[in-house]
Structure formats: structure tokens, C-alpha cells
């Protein structure tokens, strides 16, 4: 029989064999299980195009907000067309003048008044101021920017204000939107911008 001062030490000592461990027992049994998935993803159109102008110029209006439905035909964007249309009245007086000269040289080489090199030259001038109109004309149709198609508009990369070209982005943790402003939380569809 051991002594009470051997049984002290032994406690003393620490444990003798494996450390003990907590378990948690369930009765098994059959059930359907349900694997999930949770992934960060990105939607994209299956169909897209992007829509330039084939002119430069200031933006002095837009016509949409990303996510509206557009029809085929609708105006999306106007440029400035100031500077365009004073270049359209410009050949149009150009042409008027080159014109009534080759009328006339028409008329005075019937009369065998001028040389066939001044009449060619008068209606090579004509030509020439009437397709400088017919391109003013063209660049001032371009400053109206058109919905080629029915659809949905996505991404704007445009604004008429000098300025508003630039957009600061950062990916913050959920946990620290809340305390921040000027945040915006945007899902799938523009429904669902919270501002």
C-alpha cells in the first residue's frame, strides 16, 4: 500500500499518460446536405459596343444616366456646335459666291469671252466650296451623338463639365463604409445605388 506522502508527489508530479480532451457527440443519422458556394463576382452585358463621336468638341449636354433604356434614334449627346456652325454659314457664303461666278463664266465662255483654263478653273472652284459645305454641314450633323440601336446604356465616360472627368476609386472593408462619407454601395442594377 502506498504511502499518503508518495500519492503527494505523484500529484505533484502532474498527469501520467495522454492530456485529456473535450469531445462532442452527436447521434449519426441520415439527412440531405446542402453544399454552398459564396463567390466574388463581376456582370457584364453579353453584348456591348462603345459609342464615339466622330467629332471633336466640348460636351454641352448629355442625354442619359447609365442603366436607362435607350431607343434606336434617341439623342444621347450634343457637342458644342458654336464654333461649327459659324464655319457652316461661312461656306455657305462661299459656295453662293463661287456659284453665281461660275454661272457667270458659264455664260462668258458660251459668249467665247473667256479661255476654257478660266472656266475650268471657276468650276473647279465651285467643286471645291461645294464639298467644303457638304463637309461643314456633315461635322455640324456630327456634334449630335445618336442611339444607334435600342438598348441599355452602361458606363458613361463622358461629363460637360470641365473637371468631372476624374472619379477616385477604393476598395474598402465592409467594416469601415459605415463611418465613411461620400461612399457609394452599388449592386447589379442602378436601383440599388445607396447614396
Not at 29 to 45: K, Y
Not at 67 to 73: F, P, S, V, Y
Not at 152 to 179: I, K, M, T
Request: glycine share 6%.
Amino acid at each position: 500500500m502506498p504511502r499518503s506522502d508518495q500519492l503527494q508527489q505523484k500529484k505533484d508530479a502532474g498527469p501520467t499518460g495522454p492530456p485529456v480532451v473535450q469531445v462532442v457527440a452527436v447521434e449519426a443519422r441520415r439527412q440531405p446536405v446542402a453544399e454552398t458556394l459564396s463567390l466574388v463576382g463581376s456582370v457584364a452585358a453579353k453584348e456591348m459596343v462603345d459609342i464615339k463621336s466622330e467629332t471633336d468638341g466640348v460636351v454641352q449636354e448629355i442625354r442619359f444616366q447609365e442603366g436607362q433604356r435607350m431607343e434606336k434614334g434617341q439623342l444621347l449627346v450634343q457637342l458644342d456646335e458654336s464654333k461649327l456652325a459659324a464655319t457652316l454659314a461661312e461656306a455657305e457664303a462661299n459656295f453662293k459666291l463661287s456659284r453665281a461666278n461660275g454661272e457667270r463664266a458659264q455664260q462668258l465662255y458660251k459668249d467665247k469671252l473667256i479661255s476654257q483654263q478660266e472656266f475650268d478653273q471657276a468650276a473647279a472652284t465651285f467643286s471645291m466650296t461645294q464639298a467644303s459645305l457638304d463637309l461643314k454641314k456633315r461635322e455640324l450633323k456630327d456634334t449630335r451623338i445618336y442611339a444607334p440601336f435600342s438598348g441599355v446604356v452602361g458606363a458613361r465616360y463622358v461629363s460637360p463639365r470641365p473637371g468631372d472627368q476624374q472619379e477616385h476609386h477604393a476598395d474598402l472593408p465592409d467594416r469601415f463604409r459605415s463611418g465613411c462619407r461620400g461612399v457609394q454601395r452599388a449592386g447589379a442594377f442602378p436601383e440599388s445605388i445607396a447614396r
